[in-house]
């Protein structure tokens, strides 16, 4: 059995608040992996500032290569089809059944989650890991948690190592970070406007912008 964490967004790009909130889930929960899944965005719905689903993948294959616990996954990219989390959970476990799954989610994301489609299966069926976003803190998550409780669904705040067996029931749990104030969108302004993104994103990636012209 793998303790997995699931880590799905639109990474356009994937930036260091990505990989440094995947880093701070991994010091206090002892995943085994986690795996970065690009979510496909329907070409009639995406802003065209989206990128081709093929160089979204790409940079997240470039800035996970240097952390063998941060693996990458086209469950999503690779089906031309709405990413659904809990559609997206549901293949997983076929492939592999013997894993337990947390979806890792930033605090804005989660604030969003009565609006995910069969939310409260999803919920039940696996665990979440809300971590905070600098202006997005965990005091509206646990608001969003009062409301939606419902049997077998615990909030839990550790700032300490969990075991695995403190894992082993389903439920929310909140992780307290400081993630640096960055978002795709921010960077993809700056591209426009011909300033630097060094730093914000890893040095592979910035390469990758730099090769493909992106965002530009
Ligand atoms: P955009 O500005 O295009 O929405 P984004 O920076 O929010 O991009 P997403 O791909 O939308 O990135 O986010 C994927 C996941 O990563 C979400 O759960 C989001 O909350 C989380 N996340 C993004 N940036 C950070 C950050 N700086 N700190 C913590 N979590 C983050
Ligand atoms: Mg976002």
């Not at 690779?78 to 989610?105: G, M, Q, W």
Request: net charge neutral; glycine share 6%.
């Amino acid at each position: 059995m793998a303790l997995t964490g699931l880590f799905g967004g639109t990474f356009n790009p994937i930036h260091c608040g990505h990989l440094k909130a995947a880093e701070e889930v991994l010091r206090y929960f002892p995943l085994d992996r986690i795996l970065f899944i690009p979510s496909y965005i329907p070409p009639h719905k995406s802003q065209k500032e989206v990128v081709a689903v093929e160089h979204r993948l790409r940079m997240v294959e470039i800035a996970c290569q240097n952390q063998p616990k941060f693996l990458v996954s086209d469950v999503e990219a690779r089906n031309p089809a709405p990413s659904y989390s809990i559609v997206t959970l549901r293949k997983l476990k076929e492939i592999y059944p013997e894993d337990r799954f947390f979806f890792i989610v930033g605090s804005d994301a989660f604030l969003e989650i009565e609006t995910w489609k069969d939310y409260t299966e999803l919920l039940k069926e696996c665990s979440f890991i809300v971590v905070s976003r600098p202006g997005f803190g965990l005091r509206s998550v646990r608001g969003v948690i009062e409301k939606i409780r419902q049997e077998n669904l615990a909030g839990i705040e550790k700032f300490s190592l969990l075991s695995p067996d403190e894992l082993s029931v389903n439920g929310v749990y909140l992780l307290e970070i400081n993630s640096p104030d960055i978002s795709s969108s921010e960077i993809r302004k700056r591209l426009q406007s011909g300033l630097p993104i060094t730093g914000l994103v890893p040095e592979g990636v910035e390469e990758y912008i730099n090769k493909y012209n992106l965002y530009r």
